[in-house]
């Protein structure tokens, strides 16, 4: 062992060697001994989905919600003989499963390729109360009860309609045809007795819709006298509207953004109280109420460390008719 003494009996060297050091990578640890649970903080919690019902039955203050189930019949393995499907409400608060069955909640819609029952929030409200709950549909075989296929959607809130509830809120109403080559096939749907189908659903999450440009194409001819008049041909206006999405978890939005856009059209309402409102169906409409758009274009903050994401898309008006000619 080798003593290193001071040669300098001053104050100057501790002075030294208790000085601060900048710029030096340190690691800080927790200064509880007690280890704790892990926990995210407030900005990672996911809070339930609202959805609004309103005594008067009003379709624009009552929500509904599409609980999909997959149609074992149409797939080869496993048998429908041999398996059941069964579509439930789950109370989040009491643990209490409901069986969804027949009209008390809400209609069973059944189809040659598959079939969905659309909950009706309002027939929840007057059958089960006010409340969060979760739909959620397993398919289990017949013989050995094994699961053979599981689905359980987000957490919803359902409330009564107010507009301070709703405020801050837009709701896609959705209408599917043709074929998802990478979902399901909602072309030329058969329900009983051969009867056309067309799937459709909606969607209530936390965002807004606003009215962002007027994409405009003029075309005109210039006559050639003295005056050099221009005659006009045609003048066209395609009305662009951004829709976003706020602070979002992947289970409440993945279903919509590889799904439910896909509609042709969306129709949006936007609940936020204050907004301009352009709707070229209603020059006197005071809110947005099922305004048929088509996704344009979508962008979003990339992050592997949040839970929660944001989402802005680009809409355009669903009929391109905003025009005027001299024929």
């Not at 965002?207 to 003295?226: C, P, Q, R, V």
């Not at 204050?274 to 006197?284: G, K, L, M, P, S």
Request: charged letters at 20%; a neutral charge.
């Amino acid at each position: 062992m080798i003593f290193i003494q001071s040669i300098v009996p001053n104050l100057a060297t501790p002075a030294y060697f208790s000085t601060k050091r900048q710029n030096v990578e340190t690691e800080k640890t927790s200064t509880s001994a007690i280890p704790s649970d892990f926990c995210t903080c407030i900005i990672q919690c996911v809070p339930a989905l609202k959805v609004f019902c309103d005594d008067s039955g009003e379709f624009y203050k009552s929500d509904i919600t599409a609980l999909f189930i997959r149609n074992l019949n149409v797939i080869s393995f496993p048998s429908p003989i041999f398996s059941n499907t069964v579509g439930t409400i789950n109370n989040v608060l009491t643990g209490v499963k409901t069986s969804l069955v027949d009209g008390t909640h809400g209609e069973l819609i059944q189809v040659d390729k598959f079939y969905y029952f659309q909950v009706d929030w309002l027939k929840i409200k007057n059958t089960l109360g006010l409340g969060k709950y979760q739909l959620e549909a397993t398919t289990t075989a017949v013989f050995g009860g094994q699961v053979i296929d599981y689905f359980c959607s987000p957490t919803y809130k359902l409330y009564n309609y107010s507009d301070k509830l709703a405020n801050g809120t837009v709701r896609l109403e959705i209408e599917q045809t043709g074929k998802l080559n990478h979902s399901y096939d909602y072309s030329n749907l058969k329900g009983s007795f051969g009867k056309p189908v067309i799937y459709s659903n909606q969607i209530r999450l936390p965002g807004s819709l606003k009215f962002e440009a007027m994409n405009e194409e003029i075309d005109h001819l210039t006559l050639t006298g003295s005056t050099r008049e221009s005659y006009q041909i045609k003048d066209q206006i395609r009305p662009t509207y951004k829709l976003d999405l706020h602070l979002l978890s992947a289970p409440q939005v993945i279903y919509t953004l590889f799904n439910d856009l896909f509609a042709n059209p969306v129709k949006v309402s936007d609940y936020n109280v204050y907004n301009f409102v352009a709707d070229v169906e209603d020059y006197a409409a005071e809110k947005y109420i099922s305004l048929p758009l088509i996704k344009e274009s979508s962008s979003f903050d990339a992050s592997a460390k949040q839970k929660r994401k944001s989402f802005s898309f680009t809409m355009v008006y669903f009929n391109d008719k905003i025009f005027k000619t001299n024929d």
